[in-house]
């Protein structure tokens, strides 16, 4: 630490970011770890083919997302997310032991993640009825209820919701705005994660949200922050995204007259881009989103699934190609660089530097610095309490005393009564009850006194 010790600007360079210890594992990443350990990489693999798993064992994906309970037992040593699907209920006690009977399958298989439902924003989700946040949230909240008192650490990621525009009938409503409602109805209780499908239509991954076409892989921002807006500092699972491949490069003929065609074919791209985006992604998210989960690639094997139309769209977002074989796309993904990635809730503390230096002739109460408390996986209604250390001549205060996740708390020292030079270190304590067990870690930083006159 002799870096720290030395006066000037390198020791206003010094700054220290401790992360609260996972509450599953007792894990505690360092800050060069956290920065390269947030993100997941994972595949949708399809029901009823004949495609070996090996395709996506031999991919290098961390995750793999299964339709059903049979395909978790396929790929050992990887992490499964499932697809929990659901019809609106009739009867809700019903739904409810539904649920409950589902859920106890699921426990004695390995499955880590499951995601409630799928994009819940458009009708065809829900056999022709209008999309209704409310309804959705209802169902999400007996959902996650029911699956936490059955197997807590079952990871409960939200129905991604598909990017689009409110149509005049409503049969689809934008993602934001339906969002927005689920938040505004307490959805943010009844998730560990927000799932999310932001496939990048014919733009590529870096394309502005605000710009003239909205719905980009970017968009997942404008998710993000209406979440922070509503106080909820959960991950963002990207359950689907992907690039729609040009069928034309495998000699199908697919336009818009044809019916499985019909709205996609605008969003063609070739097959050199297709593995360029999907590359692009992972590493713009790796990059700039520290709130996002694992990213699950849509698809692996839906041209093998002979009874859907040779043109349908949902064949050509695959990495194999109708003969079995890798697209670039699957070459490009096992080839690309990947950083470790794991995935357990957890607190994570970021800090500003609690550094400052006091001139002995004007001492002084000052404001250090902040930090937050941020929050992965565990539930919103999670309450710090903030205890400052104080011992000696230099007094510490925080504002708030008890904070919510994602708010932040500012620390300020007392420098009245200090009477010596010296380097003075600052302590302040972060405690948290989850599921009746403590958890804690501390901020630190430190307060260089001197003798030095001038003006205060």
């Not at 019903?94 to 009977?101: D, K, M, P, S, T």
């Not at 420098?415 to 958890?439: D, E």
């Amino acid at each position: 630490m002799t870096f720290c010790r030395q006066k000037g600007a390198r020791q206003r360079l010094c700054i220290i970011l401790i992360f609260l210890f996972s509450t599953l594992l007792g894990y505690l990443p360092s800050a060069a770890q956290e920065e390269t350990t947030h993100i997941g990489y994972g595949i949708h693999y399809g029901p009823n083919t004949n495609v070996s798993t090996d395709w996506v064992m031999r991919l290098g994906v961390d995750w793999v997302k299964v339709y059903t309970l049979d395909s978790a037992y396929a790929f050992p040593g990887k992490r499964i997310l499932y697809r929990f699907d659901m019809g609106y209920p009739d009867n809700w006690e019903q739904f409810r032991q539904n649920i409950a009977a589902k859920t106890r399958a699921i426990a004695a298989a390995p499955i880590e993640a499951v995601e409630i439902h799928n994009e819940p924003n458009l009708s065809i989700e829900w056999g022709g009825r209008q999309p209704n946040a409310w309804q959705y949230v209802q169902m999400l909240r007996v959902a996650y209820t029911t699956i936490k008192s059955i197997k807590p650490s079952l990871i409960v990621v939200s129905g991604g919701l598909a990017p689009t525009v409110t149509t005049p009938d409503r049969m689809a409503v934008s993602d934001l705005e339906y969002a927005r409602e689920m938040f505004e109805n307490g959805a943010g209780r009844y998730f560990d994660a927000f799932g999310y499908h932001p496939y990048g239509y014919n733009l590529p991954p870096e394309a502005d949200p605000l710009g003239a076409q909205p719905l980009v892989f970017r968009r997942t921002e404008l998710i993000r922050a209406l979440m922070e807006e509503y106080g909820i500092y959960k991950q963002i699972w990207l359950t689907e995204f992907g690039w729609l491949r040009d069928p034309r490069e495998d000699g199908f003929q697919c336009s818009m007259a044809d019916p499985a065609f019909s709205g996609f074919a605008w969003m063609a791209v070739s097959g050199a881009q297709q593995a360029d985006y999907l590359v692009r992604a992972f590493d713009y998210a790796h990059k700039n989103w520290a709130w996002a989960g694992p990213m699950f690639v849509w698809n692996m094997n839906w041209q093998q699934m002979d009874w859907l139309e040779p043109c349908n769209h949902m064949r050509w977002f695959g990495l194999l190609r109708r003969n079995g074989e890798p697209t670039t796309a699957y070459y490009a993904l096992q080839r690309m660089r990947r950083y470790p990635s794991r995935y357990v809730p957890r607190l994570w503390l970021e800090s500003e530097p609690l550094i400052a230096d006091i001139s002995l002739f004007c001492p002084e109460r000052l404001q250090l610095g902040s930090f937050t408390v941020h929050n992965i996986g565990y539930p919103s209604s999670v309450e710090l309490t903030i205890l400052p250390v104080n011992n000696g001549a230099l007094f510490i205060e925080v504002d708030p005393p008890r904070a919510r996740l994602g708010q932040s708390v500012t620390v300020y020292v007392n420098a009245l009564n200090l009477k010596h030079p010296g380097q003075y270190p600052i302590y302040v304590n972060i405690r948290a009850t989850i599921g009746g067990r403590v958890v804690s870690q501390s901020v630190q930083g430190y307060v260089t006194a001197w003798h030095r006159e001038g003006s205060c």
